[in-house]
């Protein structure tokens, strides 16, 4: 008998990714040489912290305090001047659909990569607050995107679908974000609830490596309700000196405290700081660290 034919193979045909533009390579060589700058000076550590960096159980709940119960920025902010304004606590309350999308310039290796990054950052988050977050395109509440500064650009109307209510101040930074803004995210909730119901997230695709990882991990982090920096916050990456670029132990507790049972989503910062800081107390005394 004769054999039958092996089955056709189906391949994907190959998308070339286009050419950046002279601004793309432009910021790609501008972000390589400032990732460069920081490593040289000891910066964008990953190792967690670590003996040099102690904290007390009143440093973290005075951090916590100060990183969950206020925004960074204004809600209808253009993201040039950091205003803190005080926040009830807020974080989520259903699952999370955590979507990873690309731009059309970002090449096939760096998506892999980028999204595998996420998955197992989303997992890492999962298990400290609780939420449920898995990947995917149905329906997505959380969208990661990775977008070149052409991809970016172009955005507008895009980002104006995902979140019909986007000041207009909003949507053009984010089309026109200044190269000292290395990333972002954007929660929306229901009117009058403390509760996200979308969040969307934006790292430029000219990083190298390790700071598109550090992007991942703020932004994300970020988006689950650690909303401020602090410059007193340390170790951690919730603060803008660069000093951390992955989560850190004392971020992880903040993110554990976040979602203990104890913090009610809507809380006000005078309720809300107390509990903190017996929460504080008990992990520490627990041996967290």
Not at 178 to 196: D, E, H, K, M, W
Not at 211 to 217: G, P
Request: contains cysteine; glycine residues 6%; hydrophobic residues 35%.
């Amino acid at each position: 008998t004769v054999p039958p034919p092996p089955d056709e193979a189906v391949v994907d045909p190959i998308v070339t990714p286009p050419e950046p533009s002279e601004a793309s390579r432009a910021l790609s060589a501008y972000y390589t040489r400032l990732q460069r700058d920081l490593l040289t000076q000891g910066l964008l550590r990953g190792d967690g912290g670590g003996p040099d960096t102690p904290f007390t159980d009143n440093q973290l709940a005075r951090n916590f305090v100060r990183i969950a119960l206020f925004n960074e920025y204004r809600d209808d902010s253009d993201f040039q001047r950091p205003q803190s304004t005080v926040s009830n606590l807020r974080r989520w309350t259903t699952p999370i659909r955590m979507s990873v999308e690309f731009g059309d310039t970002v090449p096939q290796t760096q998506r892999d990569q980028d999204l595998a990054s996420v998955s197992t950052y989303a997992a890492r988050l999962s298990r400290l607050t609780g939420v449920p977050i898995r990947i995917t395109d149905r329906n997505p509440n959380f969208r990661v995107l990775f977008l070149g500064e052409d991809d970016r650009r172009a955005y507008g109307p895009r980002l104006r679908a995902l979140i019909p209510n986007i000041s207009d101040a909003t949507l053009r930074t984010f089309v026109n974000l200044p190269r000292n803004q290395l990333c972002v995210v954007i929660g929306t909730f229901a009117p009058g609830q403390s509760n996200y119901t979308k969040a969307v997230a934006m790292i430029r695709a000219e990083h190298p490596n390790l700071m598109r990882s550090a992007c991942i991990h703020e932004e994300l982090a970020q988006g689950m309700g650690l909303a401020n920096d602090s410059p007193g916050a340390r170790p951690s990456i919730f603060n803008d000196d660069e000093e951390f670029a992955l989560l850190t132990t004392h971020d992880e507790l903040l993110l554990r405290m976040l979602y203990d049972p104890r913090l009610q989503t809507g809380m006000s910062p005078a309720t809300a700081a107390p509990i903190a800081r017996q929460i504080a107390r008990d992990y520490l005394a627990a041996g967290a660290s």
